[in-house]
């Protein structure tokens, strides 16, 4: 046999079938063509090595890396460096702290990418009259020069022109921290909140039991919980709402109530999940209206929202006598600020606890359970499923799995035939029984249809 020859096979054959074999292989595989490759010579590599350390920490941080890699890989950068004293000293501890909480990365992401142009800008090449240029993050940032040549973006003076100069970008260092407009609308509506609930209730107020007016005028505080049970709040007629609580329309505008339901439905929706339980909110009930009229008199709630998937087990019977929307929801909204750390504690310290709500006299119980929050019991319980959906200090939203109903509404459902020949009116001719009833009806009274 021919030495080159394999099993009676030519050498040269071999490899031409060989290439054909392989070829069709290696051109099916994936070629990540937008993987951007970054070298050791990069503006980005350049400015993590460079002085500004505590700019580059914010940017780890803020998980940055990857989307200026992909802004490095289209067009040249221009970023604007704030020197380490402007935030280390000079910028407000309490702003900092706000921009290193977790849920605030989305504002520390906008602050940092204010700070990038997706353009090449040398210090040669500055502007003599003002320019605005957009950033990274779609704001705007307006590049002067002042008479005596001193260049600047928007309020802050550069102090080093071209500090550091690589092929993909170059870094201007500046006197201080650029904020744009929203990140500090942001701070200072989460500052404003902490602020007020912050202040504590001051007297003690007497209530009349029969009236539910205070007996004597109290002074309350700017910001101070109402004195009045949130239940009073609810019950039509002139006491509609305590005189000293504070609210929007009052001089200082302390919540608005209104803005941050609204806040909190648009989450719902954002989140996605819970469409159902933002629709019967807003459109087939007024408690949209109802719990932002109660933000804005004070108080605080706890909102536990089933998703879309255990709204859709809810049976036409259970949604469509008249009120039923409002009483299950009712259910559903505790009279406290409670967030998934403050329940998970409390079932974890005291085994069961239960929660008033806005039903009453019924109150959701909650236990530990597979390590997490488990509410009501039986074939009705649910899991906090969706933790701090939405938490703004005032209205905290958490997610469940299950529609929570009341141990008599699941007695009654069991035995349908019972419930039918039983009249609702028996239930009033016990003393106690109706005093709750006939509050529970002045208390959602205001929709007009819930005890009619």
């Excluded at 100069?165 to 500090?184: A, F, K, T, Y």
């Excluded at 910001?223 to 709040?233: E, K, M």
């Excluded at 009501?376 to 906090?384: F, N």
């Amino acid at each position: 046999m021919d030495s080159k020859s394999i099993y009676g096979v030519s050498v040269s054959n071999f490899i031409t079938v060989f290439l054909l074999f392989i070829l069709p292989f290696h051109s099916a595989l994936p070629h990540n063509s937008t993987t951007v490759q970054i070298n050791s010579n990069s503006i980005l590599v350049a400015l993590l090595d460079s002085h500004y350390t505590e700019l580059s920490e914010l940017v780890e941080k803020a998980l940055l890396l990857q989307k200026l890699e992909e802004a490095v890989g289209k067009h040249n950068i221009t970023i604007f460096a704030p020197r380490n004293q402007a935030l280390e000293r000079d910028l407000d501890p309490e702003f900092k702290r706000f921009l290193l909480e977790p849920r605030n990365l989305r504002s520390l992401q906008t602050l940092l990418m204010s700070h990038i142009l997706p353009s090449r800008i040398a210090s040669h090449h500055w502007p003599n009259t003002d320019l605005h240029h957009h950033t990274l993050s779609h704001h705007r940032l307006q590049l002067t020069t002042n008479p005596s040549g001193k260049q600047s973006v928007d309020s802050a003076e550069i102090l080093k022109p071209d500090d550091v100069i690589r092929p993909d970008g170059v870094i201007h260092g500046i006197e201080r921290l650029i904020i744009p407009r929203s990140v500090q609308e942001d701070f200072n509506r989460r500052r404003n909140l902490a602020d007020i609930s912050a202040i504590l209730p001051e007297g003690a107020p007497v209530v009349d039991p029969r009236t539910h007016r205070l007996k004597k005028p109290v002074s309350v505080p700017a910001g101070a919980p109402p004195v009045l049970p949130i239940y009073d709040a609810l019950a039509p007629g002139p006491s509609l709402a305590p005189a000293p609580a504070p609210g929007p329309g009052g001089p200082r505008h302390h919540f608005n109530g209104e803005r941050q339901v609204k806040d909190f439905i648009h989450t719902l929706l954002h989140y996605g999940g819970y469409n159902e339980m933002a629709d019967i909110l807003v459109n087939l009930t007024s408690l949209a209206t109802e719990m932002g009229r109660l933000v804005s008199e004070g108080y605080v709630l706890t909102v536990l929202a089933p998703n879309d998937e255990a709204m859709a087990k809810l049976t036409t019977d259970q949604l469509s006598e008249p009120g039923a929307p409002e009483q299950i929801i009712y259910y559903h909204i505790i009279p406290e600020y409670q967030t998934e750390e403050s329940m998970y504690n409390a079932v974890r310290r005291f085994g069961k606890v239960s929660y008033d709500t806005l039903r009453l006299p019924h109150k959701v119980v909650a236990q530990e359970s597979d390590g997490s929050v488990k509410f009501g019991h039986g074939d009705t319980s649910a899991y906090l499923f969706d933790p701090d959906i939405f938490t703004d200090g005032r209205i905290s939203v958490q997610g469940i799995d299950g529609v929570l109903l009341p141990p008599e509404e699941e007695k009654e459902d069991e035995s349908p035939i019972r419930r039918a020949k039983t009249p609702l009116v028996k239930v009033a001719a016990k003393p106690k029984r109706g005093k709750l009833l006939e509050l529970a009806c002045s208390m959602v009274g205001s929709f007009g249809r819930v005890c009619s």
